[in-house]
């Protein structure tokens, strides 16, 4: 799991909640449940079952693998459209080509995001490299969807091209985590992604043994889902391991701590940490469009069939089926 790392993290600024701090109970855990997406990439469901007044900003979360492809095996995500909020794919092992009908687009890989605002509608495509797909190779990534409030809804769409040298490295106070902070801000370190609604997004590789209590903003919710190995999170220790989605109560610190003890495949406690400062808006979802309305998503689905989402560059054509219910 290469990602983004370095030699030695305690080169790094320190960051660690205040012995004042007020620990975030454990809430729940729950277990995501396997599934496909797009042509037939298998996915984890980060956030399958949790109410989403526990998730607001959040919509969705997907782990995408870790699968190492045979050759021909490798699938992606045709055209598909997306209106009314933005999609975060972070590429932690292999290589995704981004496009969309707004210009936007590139090649990530370890360790890159691409932040897309759909805004007030996008079509794009996210697939292996013709290389990936005839030779084969690890993917592991994971997709997340953050909401946009009602105001931002039908902006214009953007994108961003997050290099994993951007991201803001930080250590925990005895260099045992290795705290990447994507987008957002950690303890006064701000992350390089632009954010709409409120949020932190970062991703902690924590040595086993190794404890790390973060400073967390009152205002925001907060999550873990844990990407590979085992731990423990909360003052109480609720134990957590892959796959699994912590979810926090109301505190100023979150604390994630790792077993003493990890399998060969997975050395570290690998985390995605969440928080983000809830909506608190009607939400109307459905397939590829999350508006506040019934009415907005219908709107939107005659919309797209309108035409009115762009143009996809005639060297890719695009489907007859219509909108996917997918990334």
Do not use: C
């Not at 109970?25 to 399958?48: D, K, N, Y």
């Not at 092992?93 to 360790?111: A, K, L, P, R, V």
């Not at 932040?115 to 797909?133: D, R």
């Not at 109480?236 to 077993?259: C, K, N």
């Amino acid at each position: 799991m290469p990602a983004v790392t370095v030699e030695n993290p305690l080169t790094l600024p320190r960051v660690s909640a205040s012995p004042e701090a007020q620990q975030r109970p454990v809430l729940a855990v729950s277990t995501a449940p396997g599934g496909f997406e797009g042509e037939g990439f298998p996915v984890r469901r980060a956030f399958a079952g949790i109410n989403y007044k526990y998730l607001d900003p959040f919509i969705m979360m997907d782990q995408m693998g870790e699968v190492e492809y045979s050759p021909g095996e490798a699938k992606g995500t045709p055209w598909h459209p997306h209106r009314g909020f933005e999609t975060v794919t972070y590429i932690i092992d292999g290589i995704f080509d981004h496009q969309d009908s707004n210009g936007g687009g590139g090649t990530i890989t370890n360790g890159d995001t691409q932040w897309m605002t759909a805004g007030g509608g996008i079509l794009h495509i996210e697939a292996p490299p013709e290389h990936l797909v005839v030779s084969g190779g690890l993917f592991h990534g994971v997709q997340l969807w953050v909401n946009l409030p009602a105001k931002d809804k039908m902006m214009a769409p953007r994108y961003q091209d997050i290099r994993g040298g951007q991201v803001q490295l930080l250590t925990s106070s005895d260099g045992g985590a290795l705290l990447r902070v994507i987008a957002g801000e950690l303890d006064g370190h701000q992350g390089p992604g632009v954010t709409h609604t409120p949020i932190t997004m970062l991703h902690a590789t924590i040595a086993p043994g190794a404890e790390v209590t973060l400073p967390w903003r009152e205002d925001f919710n907060g999550l873990a889902y844990v990407l590979a190995g085992r731990g423990a999170v909360g003052a109480e220790r609720r134990p957590i391991h892959l796959g699994q989605t912590a979810v926090f109560g109301a505190g100023s610190a979150i604390q994630v701590r790792a077993d003493e003890t990890q399998d060969s495949h997975t050395p570290n406690l690998e985390v995605v940490l969440l928080g983000g400062q809830p909506i608190r808006e009607p939400m109307a979802h459905y397939g590829p469009f999350v508006m506040n309305t019934r009415q907005e998503l219908e709107e939107a689905f005659e919309d797209f069939k309108r035409g009115r989402f762009g143009t996809i560059p005639a060297v890719h054509g695009m489907s007859e089926e219509g909108p996917q219910d997918g990334q």
